[in-house]
């Protein structure tokens, strides 16, 4: 499918846009991909690489072009900071020297791709950019957070198994504040829902999700308990918050411990007395609902810091739910992958798709730091892009993604001589055919590729 078709499909399903953003101190160069891809993306641009996580966040950009040589900072030190900040972000680095050995050592520490300033034609731009765009979260039509029916949770595994279990116990006691641990992408929200649908007040009570560390500061008192018309400058109407809206429900607060210390007071102070005062207002609401926090940062440091009060930690851990990483639970990774394609081939309506035993085997080998939103994109991504096949292989695996799941050749030697060829024929698309960077990156020398290929 041709760039220009595809965002033609993207349109018709709502899809959000290609945001590039190109980081470059070089203006002629910037000048030069301004004129080759404004047409296919909506362009952003800034010669100055401190300013990259600012605009990344301010214009929700989904692919990044960065200039690998530049003086304020250099780019290697700019992508760690992207896959820190937003590891969902794909990062194609571009050059005027072709350094193997530096190249994929950017690949390594995140990089999606690479290109070469000067040599890199207009179809191989487009390609690595209809790629890494397909890399991105921009098919997010329904997500978890949007979906109004549930379902069961996925998978075996049985710690996720007794956290479900455990969940599904305490939910009829509205009156046990309950704490969720784990990292970004786990699925603390899906708990959430969970409990919250077991609840005394039942699927159809409302459930209100709020994430404490995306809201800025100055807004998200505001949003939680509402404020009075004229309470300030702009408060032109009066306005429910968070609290009122969960009423006789559920109000998930997730990132907990990003809360301001001002913010902590009064959320206690909430939980205690079950009343809340909208801002500018002096009469107290009486709530009756249940409080879920979550967290992905480990609340006793920021205790012990004096970021986090002890009195309201103890308040919401009232049962405390920690959700696996998808490291952790590789055994479920096939039948994940298997329910969210199931999925996604009814929403694009197309038909269903077979794993492959041999894909499900390679997917166990990653470590998956997205966790399950990473995992659920990747479907999303396949689902779509192989809307016309009947399965999902090895064979038919984005290179990007071979270059993702596999850094040493050790970790899949083991594999069947057909998917170890598949896999080096990927990673060899990526460095453009060049055998020797494919070598370094795998950690095995020219001689055992040009072998694994060659056999029979």
Not at 34 to 49: A, F, I, N
Request: aromatic share 8%; charged share 25%; net charge positive.
């Amino acid at each position: 499918m041709k760039l220009t078709e595809k965002y033609v499909r993207m349109k018709q399903m709502r899809i959000t846009p290609i945001k590039l953003l190109i980081v470059d101190d070089d203006q002629g160069c910037i000048l030069a991909m301004r004129m080759l891809l404004q047409s296919y993306c909506e362009l952003y641009t800034t010669t100055d690489p401190q300013e990259t996580l600012s605009l990344i966040k301010k214009h929700n950009i989904t692919v990044v072009f960065l200039d690998i040589h530049m003086p304020k900072k250099n780019g290697l030190s700019v992508l760690k900071d992207i896959k820190k900040e937003r590891p969902d972000v794909p990062v194609i680095m571009y050059t005027g020297h072709a350094e193997i050995s530096a190249v994929v050592d950017y690949v390594r520490q995140g990089a999606f791709s690479y290109l070469v300033k000067g040599e890199s034609s207009k179809a191989e731009l487009l390609e690595t950019l209809k790629k890494a765009s397909q890399e991105s979260k921009l098919i997010h039509h329904q997500t978890v957070s949007e979906q109004t029916s549930f379902r069961p949770f996925i998978g075996q595994n049985k710690d996720i198994v007794a956290i479900y279990e455990q969940a599904k116990k305490i939910a009829p006691a509205k009156n046990i504040s309950i704490l969720i641990r784990g990292e970004t992408g786990v699925g603390k929200e899906y708990l959430a829902r969970y409990i919250h649908a077991n609840s005394q007040h039942g699927p159809d009570a409302p459930f209100v999700a709020v994430n404490c560390g995306a809201i800025p500061e100055s807004l998200i008192e505001s949003d939680l308990f509402g404020h009075e018309k004229g309470a300030f400058t702009d408060a032109v109407e009066k306005k429910i918050g968070k609290f009122e809206r969960a009423q006789g429900g559920t109000l998930f607060l997730d990132e907990i411990g990003t809360m301001s210390p001002e913010l902590q007071v009064r959320l206690l102070r909430v939980l205690q007395e079950r009343v809340i005062e909208r801002v500018g207002g002096s009469q107290e609401i009486p709530i009756q609902i249940r409080v879920i926090a979550a967290t992905n940062a480990p609340l006793e440091k920021a205790m012990k810091d004096g970021r986090f009060r002890e009195d309201l930690y103890y308040r919401l851990n009232g049962v405390e739910l920690e959700i696996p990483s998808l490291r952790n639970r590789r055994s479920d990774i096939g039948a994940l992958l298997q329910f969210y394609s199931n999925e996604h081939a009814k929403n694009y309506q197309c038909s269903p798709k077979k794993i492959a035993k041999e894909l499900v085997e390679i997917l166990k080998l990653y470590n998956w730091p997205g966790n399950l939103r990473e995992l659920h994109n990747f479907s999303e991504i396949m689902t779509f892009l192989l809307a016309d096949e009947s399965q999902i292989t090895v064979q038919n695996l984005p290179k990007e993604w071979a270059l993702k799941l596999f850094v040493k050749y050790q970790e899949f030697k083991t594999k069947p001589l057909s998917v170890r060829q598949a896999m080096i024929q990927k990673i060899s698309e990526a460095f453009y055919g060049n055998i020797s960077a494919t070598a370094e990156f795998l950690g095995i020398d020219r001689t055992t590729i040009y072998r694994i290929l060659e056999d029979a």
